[in-house]
């Protein structure tokens, strides 16, 4: 079976627009039940100004117990808008990083307070002095489809910014639908043109699900060639500064999907299942992507089967 690499941005993309406050024991635990469900790869926080987005004002100290706790098989990377998330990021022992570049001059100027140009400039700096730490690159280019404000993001811009963070090393090109409003032909014909410009398997999708699309635009990532997803366990997630924006498409939805479809993912979905129940604890309000009733009724109907056979 082909396997895919998905990257659970739930404790980063989901938690930064919550209302409940989570403590960062609970953060790491809610990574803890991720890496059990066979996850390989979380975006762990975002090292961004805490008076913009409080819900990740602990990065630095997560990041060190996340360290520390050492979880086997799993990689993280953290978010950075500029050189002094970087900073941050790299005194609190971060090895992987990404850059948030959003394809608009509006959207740039709501999110990290500066225009297009600039940055695309913070952002190039950012991963060449992460590259010289020796630390893994990840580029954001954010509302790769519309804009909150702008509308339709012009296609030639998304191409000309991702090859632009390919040539500055970004190991991993992030092309994200940042408020859900992509459909599967354009992802098909966008992702067509991407190609042109950044090999395939560097090529990574970030889906929000506000209008139900999330796992159909993935399917058509994945009929495009690619091979990497982003994905958020219960579908939570949004940017504050995208309004309108739903969560992200969630992983157990995508797993679902993918293995259903014959690829492998090493992710177990009652793992995930076990994060979902959690972070509902947590965040006190019902989660979980589309499928969550039926997966949940599975597991129920499974471990009654587990206990005839034990009784
Ligand atoms: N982490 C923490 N503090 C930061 C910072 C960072 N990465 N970058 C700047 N700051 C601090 C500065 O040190 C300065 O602090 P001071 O007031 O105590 O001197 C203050 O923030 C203002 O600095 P400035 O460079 O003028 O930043 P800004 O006010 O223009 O804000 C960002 C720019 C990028 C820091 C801010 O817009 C931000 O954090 N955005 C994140 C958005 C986000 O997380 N979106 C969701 C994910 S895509
Ligand atoms: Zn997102």
Redesign the pocket.
């Known amino acids: 079976m082909e396997r895919i690499h998905i990257t659970d941005v739930s404790p980063r993309d989901g938690l930064?627009n919550q209302q409940v406050q989570v403590s960062t024991a609970d953060k790491l635990e809610l990574i803890r039940l991720l890496a059990a469900a066979g996850v390989q790869s979380v975006e762990a926080t975002?090292?961004?100004?805490?008076k913009?987005?409080p819900q990740m004002a602990d990065a630095g100290e997560l990041v060190a117990r996340l360290n520390a706790a050492a979880l086997p098989g799993l990689r993280s990377s953290v978010?950075?808008?500029?050189l002094?998330?970087l900073e941050?990021a790299h005194a609190a022992g971060a090895r992987e990083i990404a850059v948030?570049l959003s394809a608009t001059e509006t959207m740039n100027r709501k999110?990290?307070?500066m225009g297009l140009q600039e940055a695309t400039e913070v952002s190039a700096q950012t991963l060449a002095e992460a590259q010289r730490l020796g630390m893994r690159t990840r580029a954001y280019v954010?509302v790769a489809f519309d804009c909150p404000f702008e509308g339709e993001t012009p296609l030639s811009e998304v191409v000309r910014l991702a090859a632009r963070m390919r040539e500055e090393g970004a190991g991993e090109i992030v092309i994200a639908d940042t408020i859900g409003s992509a459909s599967p032909g354009q992802v098909k014909a966008r992702l067509g043109a991407l190609r042109e410009v950044v090999p395939v398997a560097q090529l990574a999708v970030h889906f929000h699900d506000t209008r139900g699309m999330g796992v159909a635009n993935a399917w058509a990532a994945l009929e495009a060639g690619v091979r990497r997803f982003d994905a958020s366990v219960g579908g939570i997630g949004g940017?504050?500064?995208a309004p309108g924006a739903a969560g992200n498409v969630a992983t157990e939805d995508l797993v679902l999907m993918a293995e259903r479809s014959g690829f492998s993912t090493g992710i177990s979905i009652d793992g995930l299942l076990d994060a979902v129940d959690f972070a509902e604890a947590q965040l006190q309000r019902a989660l979980g992507g589309r499928a969550i009733t039926w997966l949940r009724r599975q597991r129920e109907k499974e471990r009654g089967t587990q206990a005839a056979r034990t009784a």
């Open positions: 930064q975002s090292f961004v100004s805490p913009a987005v978010l950075v808008p500029n002094k998330g941050r948030v999110n990290i307070n954010a940017c504050p500064f």
